[in-house]
RNA sequence: UCGGGGAUCGUCCAACGGCAGGACUCCAGAUUCUGGCUCUGGAUAUCUAGGUUCGAAUCCUAGUCCCCGAACCA
């Protein structure tokens, strides 16, 4: 295994990662879908002179979670279709929620997924602020727009509800070149917050809300961690189509929860007299059912410290998943597998993230032997210093991958979950008398149990080898059905292995209509430090963010907090085990 | 009940007037030096009621249910 590990899940590390086999390529294409449909029609109608563009469009103020990976894989895999471009931009207009932090984690995290660099397609809505402005003026100019002096609570009494029209505001009449200098004053930090406002001039009484002449242009104090100090900054709805046309985005894609800004965004596209506007299409979000997704509930659990930061490997977030060890593989199999649609919003397992994970993992992971909790096994009749050293494939699944040697003596650990005094009927372990075999190395047969005499607990095993069965094969061909993995004891590597389970109880998925905090949903059991555990030789010095299998138990990844002599290790997701539990359940 | 959107296996997504199919999950079996992987077989769905049609998940009518929307957030 590589000692140069590039894929961990520490801060260093940018995009450059893709071990083999874990980038988007190594996975199935996406399926067709509506959105596909909707651009070959733009394209047969010849609706764009410039090459298909798309874009994933973040606002900073937070990390990039699942929400936003299934936004990138549908953006980036449409671009990537009509081998046209795909930008990242930064939707930073609101310099009181935003921050570089946030910004440069995004595009981090963005790399990260695409295993690539973004080069030069990385944009910032704040770097086109003079040109908004621009075309605010215009705006004015051409009486589509106003400056409105009403407070923010007579604006909004003003403006109706579901049921009752808006009425127009009595600034809403008054002379373009009056809300011009309005507006220049503004922009020159004349106003307070909330005095004065920009208003598009649509219609007050529409029954769609958005279209009640809304806000175009506010004022802040905030300076922007980029633009600096403007006094005043677009609203989302002007920003991003405008932003989208600057950029020479054609298909924009959002979630459905932005279908009734569809008229606005069009709006101003139209008014604006932009050639050849980009078109916006919205598709279904999707929830992950035990999940919580919401920026400020995720950013609530890191500042309580209820995990230990964005990357804690519990967490939804890309760069938690990351650390945790899932390969970009198995984002883009998940998001591709779920398909795009425009019904309704609704809720996918969990299941199907990790099976992506196991799929992708299984491909790609060295086997190795690690034993979580450790129960040792004298062999009575293996010589005391002899040392046989046996060579074993890396991966099945992928020979090319070469082998290992591993170090194999009298003295052994094996898993206390492979012992049993008394177990039930089919259980193929050990237990005293039974004969299972050591992987890749010998048949051994239980003959004594050593236990404490004061509790009772078995602390140590006594076994016999047959010595004839060398690599695990015995030489009659007898069939021995238990098969143990084991770390020779003199060898053994001393580790740390971190066992995650879900950061959230079941009831999570009540979480949004019980109004309880979400500290009440997390799940006390969500990570077990085990300090005991020992694993085989060989993964002395791996690097941080190389991720193995432990036979027979799970896939994990090195964690960043190991030292060469004591790795630690974070369990990415366990091996299936259906069969063998089901023998408890009769 | 003001506007917008949507209803297909338990879940996610296909089928675009012509045999309702795939994936996850689940069940049964085969194989196996990982109780993993792989393979085989099986189970489960067109919201309701009318209509058009030789033929409807698809088109029409009515109804029901669900989601989104009244930030100077995105």
Redesign the pocket.
Known sequence: MSKQGSDSGGEAQGFANAKPGTGPDTVPAA????II?LIEEDIANKRYSRPICTRF?P?PNGYMHMGHAKAVTIGHDLAERFHGLFNLRM?D??P??EDLEYVEAMQRDVEWLLGKSLEGRVFHASDYYPQLYAYAEQLIQKDHAYV?E???EQ??EY?G???AAGRPSPFRNRPPEESLRLFREMRAGKFA???R?LRAKIDPAS????MRD??VY???TDVHHRAGAWHI?????Y??PLSDAIEGITHSTCG??????RPLYDWFLEKLEIKEPPRQIEF?E?GITGIVLGKRHLRKLVEQKIVSGWDDPRMPTIRGLRRRGCPQAAIWQFCR?????????????V??LE?AM??VL?RTSP?VMGVLYPLKVVIENYPDDRVETFDVIK???NPADGTLSRPFSKELYIDRADFMEDPPK????LSPGKEV?L???YLITCTGVVKDPATGEVIELRATYDPLSQ???PADGRKVQ??L?WVSARHALHAEVRLYDSLFTPEVEQFEKSERPIEEFINPASLEVLTDAVVEPSLRGVAAGERV?F??VGYFAVDPDSTPERPVFNRTVE??????S??FQK
Not at 31 to 34: T, Y
């Open positions: 399926p067709n879908n509506f449909g469009p606002e939707d207009t609101n009181a929620a409105e009403l407070t923010a604006i909004k403006r509800n579901y049921h917050p909330g005095e406002v029954p769609n809300m958005n809304p806000i506010r004022i802040l900054y677009p609203m989302y709805d920003a991003h459905k929860e932005f279908a009734n800004h279904a999707i597998e779920l398909g795009v649609s425009n019904s309704s919003p609704g809720e996918v397992h299941d199907r099976h196991r799929e299984n086997r991966n099945p699944e089919k259980y193929h372990r075999r992987r890749y190395a690599g695990g094969e238990g098969t993995h299998q036979e027979r091996l299936r085990d259906k069969k063998f089901k023998i």
